[in-house]
């Protein structure tokens, strides 16, 4: 039925209510808080296991209005500042700025269409779907509601539709209002009951049977809530101000009867139904309704607190809310806990010891609690202002206790405390009347019927225990050891434990040592044969606390990560059930544990947790059900999608998800896989991922969730599909105009290169041609008229002064030199060897013809190598003509004129040096003719730059007037750098 809180407070929020209506709200609000303060004391009893969720913990106010679970799973909350969300984790908050009409919503329905109606202070119509807020600015449906005036207060589901109830009833649809005329106040409806063919329906303080279209009264009563349950009709009031009332209706056809009527002192909120019981909700809390007697009995939910309303969700926890305390949450009715409200001292409980039914709850301000039955005592040994943690109590006759604690081991008896051992006490085993106890500084024995003590070891001792065969098992910081027959030995059997931490022993009824481990897990010794359990085997994690086994030789493992239930009938295949937040147990560390016949007893940091040893961990629960909350893409935000299309410069995106279940105390895992980008699957523990950077293409983003660390992922993941569109520039009308400019490119390349490999094979031929007319003309010019003139009239000369031998010798010579010059005119390139050659049969000409007026010297390095260094052909003769007829001019001669040619190497270049002590360059040019110029000169320059060209070489000629730079000598300089040529069989 709608909550009795929503009627409550629609009296005083709703505009068309009296003042004094107001006032009485206002008042009644009043005399609840002091019913709180005079009758909300704690008994001692166990509570239910319970959460407790303020705004400290998210909630936008503690003042719950109504609570609702929509169709996904979700937890909605109505409160005095707008609405929250809340997936067991995170509580997502709407207020105004979000887009509600107001801040105070009263009540919370979900339509057929999955839309979450607000029921608001000011009446204006709202709606949520996908996370997103719609109301008369922003939707055309709530628009509709504010122009035909329809103002709901409810929403209710009859003859298979969704009608608002209000200023008059209306059915709504996807898109549509559809006003019905009742003729019945509707302000205020309950809930449509189908009884026995018919339909009842509850409106404002009236009972109407609907029938044949109409709506017939059977009742007029002054009610503030009601409820059908078993066929009766239970309606709550106020028989005065300070009393309430529960009356009940037998229902007849077309009338009621009045079968019993009770008042009670405490302000009712109303009846609800609970697993079959009918429960009342009052100022004190919740009891149970006996519907015999119309007595109230103490029920499951033992807080004293006003709760207005009643939430099973489809997990099977259950959700209480009241007007001023926020709201509760009960995860496992079959756990129970102790607490301070329950008569502990304090909630933070450090240790448990349990003997014979007695459990005792030590501190740490050194003090403890002794627990028989629902009666709690406490007993404080030490200064409390004192940091002093009790961690082992076992009672010695009927007013005696040995305590182990921080500062030692003590003897508590009638009021007054005795030392035993000052030395901080770690662990101890007890059997009849001897004690040992593991401290920090060794182990002590304790013998307690003739109250002596003494040391058996002498170093740290983390865990102690003692086997049946009387050997005395001690836990270090460095493994296991041993005393036996007063001897101490070491354990070394495995290496892994020989240099673990020791955090507990114990020896089981079956003489099964079992050894828990700081990182390590745990190992059990049974008839010296050692076998080890780690999270490989199933353990929740490999850092354990403490470990005992029970009567069963059941072990009980505490970890870091919850409790383990550990079965060794088969040590090689151990059975492993783990307990954690998902299965009722506190979001908290476990501190101790304790187990009797029939119930697990935890401490932890909000009490002690009582659980029944029958109860088992369900394994295949998990969260089935992942919901992708909203995606963010810059400013814009889209809520809930299956599919977004995106253009390429939006591409970083931010999607929020959840996984609904409330038992995971918060503790959820996430993986996602993003297919398209990566085949990696991550792992997160937040509610949000970052895509940033996504090319262009095609997604799919898929995200599970599981429990804890080590839970079953959900089978269905929450699935988005995403499209990042290309840029104009990779869409396929461009890709295909780029293809053809490219194709047009390449084509015209192709044609500039095809021309200029031909325009260079042009050019290449011309130089070819070129080289070839040089060589003609350096030819012409080496065998010039006025040379073969002046050689024929020396060999004339020569015959004339019948020196027949001289003659003969000057026409061999000249011979050589014509045919040596015919036969290289071909070859571009000749052997240093070859070309010295020619220029001394040209010298040897000159010199017969010039008499032997001057001689040569010819020099050639040693490192060069004459057969295989290369020079062009004929490029010397040119310069050594020139140093001969201009240099050594016979009416200018000088004493011994020499021309001197040298050969060396400088850097893998050939050095070529002509030199001549002759008249100089600038003295030559003064007897020239005018207009003269030496053509073989010119020539043999164009011969060098082509040659540079074609060979791609750096041929360089330098001419110096020795004069010039060397005052007081004479002659003419010329120096050829050839980059040397090896092997160039070009010729």
Not at 78 to 106: E, V
Not at 902 to 920: A, K, T, Y
């Amino acid at each position: 039925m709608p909550s009795s809180l929503k009627h409550f407070v629609q009296q005083g929020v709703n505009t068309r209510l009296n003042t004094y209506s107001s006032a009485l709200l206002i008042f009644r609000f009043t005399i609840v808080l002091l019913f709180i303060c005079l009758w909300g004391k704690p008994g001692t009893a166990q509570d239910a296991l319970m959460t407790h969720y303020t705004q400290k913990d998210g909630l936008p106010s503690n003042v719950i209005y109504d609570i609702y679970q929509d169709t996904k799973g979700y937890i909605w909350l109505a409160t005095n500042k707008g609405i929250s969300q809340f997936d067991g984790r995170t509580f997502h908050n709407y207020s105004i700025k979000d887009g509600l009409p107001d801040n105070d919503i009263l009540n919370l329905a979900e339509d057929t269409y999955n839309r979450l109606w607000l029921v608001s202070y000011n009446e204006q119509p709202s709606y949520i779907k996908d996370g997103k807020i719609y109301s008369a600015q922003n939707d055309a449906l709530c628009s509709m509601l504010v122009k035909k005036g329809i103002k709901y207060t409810s929403l209710i589901k009859w003859q298979g539709n969704d009608y608002f109830s209000g200023n008059q009833l209306a059915r709504i649809g996807k898109d549509t209002i559809i006003p019905f005329a009742s003729g019945i106040n509707l302000k205020r409806p309950g809930p449509v009951i189908p009884y026995k063919g018919q339909q009842y329906f509850i409106a404002d303080k009236s009972f109407y049977l609907y029938k044949n279209g109409q709506f017939k009264p059977l009742l007029h009563y002054d009610f503030h809530y009601a409820t059908f349950f078993k066929g009766k009709l239970y309606l709550t009031g106020y028989e005065k101000l300070y009393h309430s009332r529960i009356s009940c209706f037998s229902i007849h056809d077309t009338s009621l009867t009045l079968q019993a009527k009770w008042q009670y002192r405490d302000r009712l909120y109303g009846l609800t139904v609970y697993d079959g019981q009918l429960m009342c909700l009052t100022e004190r809390g919740i009891f149970n309704f006996d519907t015999a007697t119309g007595n109230l009995s103490p029920s499951v939910f033992r807080k004293a607190i006003p709760f207005t309303k009643l939430l099973k969700d489809k997990e099977g926890n259950t959700w209480l809310i009241s007007i001023a305390y926020g709201v509760y949450l009960y995860r496992n009715l079959t756990f129970s806990t102790y607490t301070k409200a329950s008569g502990l001292k304090h909630n933070e409980v450090a240790s448990l010891s349990l003997q014979s039914g007695m459990l005792f709850a030590g501190y740490h301000d050194g003090s403890f609690d002794c627990i028989q039955g629902n009666k709690i005592s406490n007993i404080s040994i030490f200064d409390p202002d004192k940091y002093n943690t009790i961690k082992f109590v076992y009672k010695k006759g009927t007013a005696s206790y040995i305590i182990g604690s921080h500062q030692g081991v003590f003897l508590y008896s009638n009021g007054a405390r005795h030392l035993i051992d000052q030395l901080s006490y770690k662990g101890s085993w007890l059997a009849d009347n001897e004690c040992l106890f593991g401290t920090t500084v060794g182990a002590v024995r304790y013998d307690i019927a003739h109250n002596q003590m003494q040391k058996i070891f002498n170093s740290r001792v983390t865990a102690i225990a003692k086997d049946r065969g009387g050997r005395i098992w001690l836990g270090t910081l460095q493994g296991l050891r041993y005393i036996d027959k007063e001897r101490v030995f070491d354990f070394k059997r495995d290496s892994t434990l020989s240099k673990s931490r020791i955090t507990g022993l114990f020896v089981s009824n079956d003489q099964t040592l079992l050894i828990a481990t700081h990182k390590e897990g745990l190992f059990l010794l049974k008839d010296d044969r050692l076998s080890r359990i780690t999270t490989a085997e199933g353990l929740s994690s490999n850092t354990c606390e403490k470990v005992i086994a029970d009567h069963t030789n059941t072990v009980w493992l505490c970890t870091d990560n919850g409790l383990d239930r550990i079965s060794i009938q088969n040590i090689l295949m151990p059975k492993i059930y783990t307990y954690s937040t998902a299965n009722g147990l506190p979001p908290t560390k476990i501190n101790d544990i304790a187990v009797d016949s029939g119930r697990i007893f935890l401490a932890t940091d909000e009490g002690i947790t009582i659980m029944p040893y029958s109860y088992m961990p369900d394994h295949n629960f998990r969260p089935d059900h992942v919901y992708i909350h909203t995606v963010t893409v810059g400013d814009s935000v889209y809520y809930a999608p299956q599919t977004l299309r995106l253009p390429y410069n939006r591409n970083d995106l931010q999607v929020a998800y959840t996984a609904i279940a409330f038992g995971s105390g918060g503790n959820v895992q996430y993986k996602y896989l993003l297919e398209g980008s990566t085949s990696d699957t991550m792992y997160t523990s937040l509610e949000a991922i970052r895509l940033s950077g996504l090319s262009p293409g095609k997604y799919r983003l898929s995200v599970w969730a599981r429990l804890g660390q080590s839970g079953s992922w959900g089978k269905s993941p929450a699935v988005i599909s995403i499209y990042i569109a290309a840029p104009w520039w990779g869409q396929a009308w461009f890709l295909i105009a780029l293809i053809i400019i490219s194709v047009l490119i390449l084509y015209f390349a192709y044609r500039r290169k095809v021309n200029y490999i031909r325009r260079r094979a042009r050019e290449k031929n011309k130089q070819i041609q070129d080289m070839a007319t040089l060589e003609m003309q350096a030819l012409r010019a080496q065998i010039n008229p006025h040379f073969i003139f002046n050689a024929l009239n020396s060999i004339q000369y020569y015959y004339t002064r019948s020196d027949e031998l001289t003659a003969n010798n000057y026409m061999n010579i000249f011979a050589q030199l014509i045919r040596r010059t015919l036969e290289y005119s071909k070859a571009h390139w000749l052997s240093l060897k070859e070309e010295i050659e020619t220029l001394e049969l040209y010298i040897k000409l000159e010199q017969m013809r010039f008499k032997n007026a001057f001689r040569y010297e010819l020099s050639v390095e040693s490192q060069i190598d004459l057969h295989h260094t290369l020079i062009p052909a004929m490029l010397l003769q040119p310069y050594v003509e020139n140093a001969i007829n201009h240099g050594f001019r016979e009416d200018l001669l000088r004493e011994d004129p020499v021309l001197k040619l040298q050969f060396c190497l400088e850097s893998n270049v050939l050095l070529c040096r002509i030199e001549d002590n002759g008249i100089g360059m600038k003295q030559s040019a003064m007897y020239r003719k005018p207009g003269h110029r030496s053509l073989g000169l010119s020539i043999n320059r164009q011969r060098i730059d082509t040659i540079n060209l074609m060979y791609h070489t750096d041929i360089k000629l330098k001419i110096e007037d020795r004069g010039e730079n060397n005052p007081g000598t004479s002659g003419t300089l010329i120096l050829l750098h050839i980059p040397k040529k090896i092997n160039n069989n070009e010729h």
